[in-house]
C-alpha cells in the first residue's frame, strides 16, 4: 500500500500536457494548471497563450530576471521567447471567442455529468471573480479541468449536477483529480485511469455522480 | 500644437469632479496608472464609478492600486471582472462593504469587459457574445441565437475619463505600450472622453515613432505625465 | 458683370476649410473634398483622418516621390508626416463611428432640406458605391457638403426631399455649390453666402428648396 | 515547428474548391493580394463568394485585381462596399454581370464591412451600428434603438480562406505591413479558417520582429510565399 496516495499536481499535471497535440495553442488556468507546460512533450510545438494579451510566450522567469511589465494571466512573471506577440486585451479575448485556443486548462469547484463547470463563486457569498473563465470556457475548443478530487471537507468536485453557480455548461471534456482521469461522455463520466492502488469502488465512494468503469480502463500514466 | 504634457500628476487630475466615471487600465500590475491614482486620492473625489479589471488588491500592500480608492470610500460602484477575492480566505474593504451594499457592483467576464470598452470605443450599440450563457449572468440579459449558438446581448462601456500607463509618447500624444503594460491601454483610450496618461520614459519628438508602431494614435490622448525618477515605478512583486 | 461666375472648386473648398476649427481631426471625401486641404489657416492644428487607416497624414505626394503602401481613402499617394499613425481598417471605422472625427466633408447628389443626405447610388440604376460614406455620414460631428449647384442637366442638388437613395438622415449642417454657402437649419436652408454677381433669386430659381434668405446674407468668402 | 512558407503561389492555393469563400485584403492599391489572385485564376477555383472592399477595379486595366476573377466568370457573389463603379461613365463586366442578375452582390457600408469581418474573428454572434439607418439598406434589417439612438443588426463575416499582403514575416507567420498596405489584413487573418499570406520581403527567423511590433500574430497564418522580383511588385498607379 506504500504506492497509495493521492495523485500529485505535478502528476495530474502531466497527465494533462500529454493530450496536448502537436501544433495547438494551449492557455493555462491561474495555479494547478499552469504547472502544465512544465510536462510537454519535446518533439511537439505548443503556443502558449494568455487573456491579457502574450501570444507564444516563454516558461515562468527566475528570481532576478523578472521583467516587470511581462506577466502572465495568472500574474506570473514570464519570460519572452522568440516569435512573442502581444495583443490589447480586446484582441486577446477575440481570439479565445472565436476558437483559436485548442484548449484551456482551468481549475473547478464542481464539474458535473453533463459538463458544466463551476468555478467562479462559491454558492452564499457575494460577489465572485470570473477573470477570463467564462469567455475561455465557451470559446476554447477543449476545457480541461484539473482539481483536488473532494473539497477539503471531503465533498465530492465530481458531481451529477453543480451545486455551485455554474462557469459555463456543458463544456467540460476530460478531468483530472487526484484519483483519477475522468472523461465526460454522452453518458457521463468515465473513469479512464485510476490513481495507482485505489479501486474503483474506492474512486466512486469519494464522487458525487454515477462513474462508468470501462473494460480498458487503466492506471494513472505520466510521462515523465 | 496643443499641449497634453502636464507638468505634475496633480494638475493632471486637478479637474475632476465627484460622481465621475473612470476607466483604469493595468492587468496584475503592468499598465496600472499608479501615480495618477495617488494623485486621485488626494484630489478627493469621490461618488466614483471605476470601470477595470478588480477594484484593487485583496491582499494588504503598501503598492498603490484601485484599494486605495475603494478603502478610502472615494468608489460608489465597480464595474469589474472580479468582485471578490479569488481564495475566501482574502477579504478587505472592498469585500466589507460589498457585503454591506455600501458599494454596488457590476460583475462582468474579463473578454465581455475587454470588448463592452471596445465597443464603446467605437460607436456599436451593443454586441452578442457567447460568454455567460446559460449562467446567472444571463439572468435578466436578453438571448439570441445566431446560426443555432446562444448569445447573451452586452452594452458598450463609456467614461468621463481613462488613466493608465504606457512605456513612450511623442508631443502629440502617440503611445507605445511595453509588453503586456498594454493589456486596457488602447480600448480605454478610446472608450473615455478624456484620457489621462502616466509614461515610463521622456517624451519625444513628434516622428520619432514609427507611424507602423504606434499602438494608441494621439488623437485619443489628452494629458500626459512622465513618471519623474522618485515616483511610482512598476516592480516585481512577490505573490 | 465680369464677375458673375459659378463659385470655383477652389474657392468652395477654401470656404469649407474656414470652419474648420483649431485641433479638428477632418476627415475630407473623395473628389472634391480633397481641395479643402490646400486652404486650412496656417495657424490652426488639423489633424487629417482618413477611414483606410492613416491618423495625421500630409499632404498630395508630388509625382516621383510617392510610396506606393501610402495611399489615402481616395486612392492617392500621400505623404506621412511626423506623428503619422496607422491602423486597421476596423479601428480606423471605429474611431469614426465614436466621435472622433470633427467634421467629414463629402460630395452629393443631393442634400435635403431635413438634412437628409443622398451620395451613393443614383436611383434606376443598380449597385451603388457607399465606400465609407455611410459610416462617416453618422459617425462625424459635422457633415459639410461640397458639390455642384445642379447637375449637369439643370436640376437641383438643393432639395426639400431627396429623389435619390440617401445615405443618412438629418445629417448635413453645411453645404457649399457653385452658388453659396448654405446652412440647414431647423427652419431647412438659410443662404448665408452668395456667389459675386448673384442676386438671391436667382439661386431660390436654381434651387429646388425654399431658401431663407436673412438680414445678414453676405458675399461668398474666402480666406486667400 | 510547422512549416507554412510555400515556394510558390499555384501551391499556396492548389487545394482551393470551386465554391469557397474568400477574403480579399487591399484598399485602393496597398494590401492587395496580386500574385495569389493571378495564381487562382491559373487555378481555376469558380463559383467563389469574395469578400473585399470592391470587386475589382471599373476601369480597364493591366493591374491584377479582383477584376480578373470577376471577368473570368469565377465569382458567384461579391460582399464589398461598391458594387457600381464610382461613375456612371464607368463599367465593366462586373457591373454587366450584375445587372444580368448573373453575379450576386451584398453591398455593405465599408465602416460595417470592416466590423462584420472583425467580428467574425471575435466570436461575436452580432453587432448593432448606427451605419445604414434611416436608408434603404435598412430594409429587413432590425433596427433598435439603444440610449436615444438608432442601429442596425448586423452580422459576422466568416471565410474560408483569407488572401493578403504584407510586408514581412517570421517563420512563425508573425506579421509587419507597412503604411496603409495593413487596412483589412490583421481583421481577415481572424476571421478566415486558411489565412495565405504573400510578401515583401523574405522570412526572418522568429525573435526577429519585435513583439509589441506584430500586427497579427502567426496563429493566425497558415501559409505564406514570398514575392520573388520577377513577380508582380506594388507599384504606383497614375488614375
Redesign the interface.
Known amino acids: 500500500m506504500a504506492s497509495r496516495e493521492p495523485l500529485s499536481r505535478q502528476a495530474m499535471a502531466d497527465r494533462i500536457a500529454m493530450e496536448f497535440e502537436d501544433?495547438w495553442?494551449v492557455n493555462l488556468g491561474?495555479g494547478m494548471p499552469t504547472l502544465c507546460s512544465n510536462f510537454v512533450h519535446p518533439e511537439r510545438?505548443i503556443?502558449y497563450?494568455?487573456?491579457?494579451?502574450?501570444?507564444?510566450y516563454g516558461p515562468l522567469a527566475v528570481e532576478g530576471e523578472?521583467?516587470?511589465?511581462?506577466?502572465n494571466?495568472?500574474?506570473q512573471?514570464v519570460i519572452?521567447?522568440?516569435?512573442?506577440?502581444?495583443?490589447?486585451?480586446?484582441d486577446?479575448?477575440?481570439?479565445?471567442?472565436?476558437?483559436?485556443v485548442d484548449v484551456t486548462v482551468l481549475g473547478a469547484y464542481e464539474v458535473a455529468a453533463n459538463g458544466d463547470l463551476a468555478n467562479w463563486?462559491?454558492a452564499g457569498?457575494?460577489?465572485?471573480?470570473?477573470?477570463?473563465?467564462?469567455?475561455l470556457?465557451?470559446?476554447a475548443r477543449n476545457v480541461f479541468v484539473m482539481m483536488e478530487h473532494t473539497t477539503r471537507e471531503g465533498a465530492p468536485r465530481i458531481v451529477e449536477r453543480c451545486a455551485q453557480?455554474?462557469?459555463?455548461?456543458?463544456v467540460v471534456k476530460l478531468v483530472a483529480t487526484t484519483l483519477g482521469l475522468f472523461e465526460i461522455t454522452p453518458d457521463g463520466f468515465v473513469l479512464r485511469e485510476i490513481a495507482p492502488g485505489y479501486t474503483p469502488d474506492e474512486v466512486q465512494a469519494a464522487t458525487g455522480a454515477k462513474l462508468i468503469v470501462p473494460p480498458d480502463m487503466r492506471e494513472f500514466r505520466t510521462r515523465e | 500644437m496643443k499641449n497634453k504634457t502636464f507638468e505634475s500628476f496633480e494638475a493632471a487630475v486637478a479637474d475632476i469632479p465627484d460622481g465621475s466615471t473612470i476607466m483604469f487600465a493595468g492587468f496584475a500590475g503592468p499598465g496600472t496608472p499608479r501615480n495618477l491614482i495617488a494623485a486621485l486620492l488626494a484630489q478627493g473625489a469621490s461618488g466614483l464609478t471605476i470601470i477595470s479589471n478588480t477594484p484593487g488588491r485583496w491582499a494588504d500592500s503598501d503598492i498603490v492600486d484601485l484599494k486605495v480608492l475603494v478603502d478610502a470610500g472615494r468608489v460608489r460602484k465597480a464595474v469589474a471582472s472580479f468582485t471578490a477575492a479569488p481564495h475566501p480566505s482574502m477579504s478587505g474593504v472592498f469585500a466589507e462593504l460589498y457585503e454591506a451594499g455600501e458599494i454596488e457592483a457590476e460583475l462582468v467576464p474579463q473578454g465581455t469587459l475587454a470588448e463592452r470598452i471596445r465597443a464603446g470605443g467605437a460607436g456599436l450599440g451593443a454586441f452578442y457574445t457567447p460568454a455567460g450563457v446559460g449562467t446567472e449572468l444571463a439572468e435578466g440579459k436578453e438571448v439570441r441565437s445566431f446560426d443555432g449558438r446562444d448569445y447573451l446581448l452586452e452594452l458598450p462601456l463609456r467614461a468621463d475619463y481613462a488613466m493608465l500607463r504606457a512605456h513612450r509618447a511623442d508631443a502629440l500624444g502617440n503611445l507605445q505600450y511595453v509588453h503586456t503594460q498594454r493589456n486596457f491601454g488602447p480600448i480605454m483610450a478610446r472608450a473615455a472622453r478624456i484620457t489621462i496618461v502616466e509614461l515610463d520614459l521622456p517624451i519625444v519628438a513628434a516622428g520619432e515613432i514609427d507611424p507602423d508602431h504606434v499602438h494608441t494614435p494621439g488623437i485619443f490622448v489628452d494629458r500626459m505625465v512622465v513618471v519623474p525618477a522618485d515616483a511610482i515605478q512598476e516592480t516585481v512583486r512577490n505573490g
Open positions: 501544433g495553442v491561474v510545438e503556443t497563450q494568455s487573456e491579457n494579451g502574450l501570444v507564444n523578472e521583467d516587470p511589465n511581462l506577466v494571466a495568472g500574474g512573471y519572452p521567447i522568440p516569435g512573442m506577440a502581444v495583443l490589447d486585451h480586446a486577446a479575448f477575440a481570439l479565445i471567442r472565436a476558437g483559436y463563486r462559491l457569498r457575494k460577489g465572485g471573480g470570473i477573470g477570463g473563465a467564462m469567455d470556457a465557451v470559446g453557480p455554474i462557469t459555463a455548461p456543458g
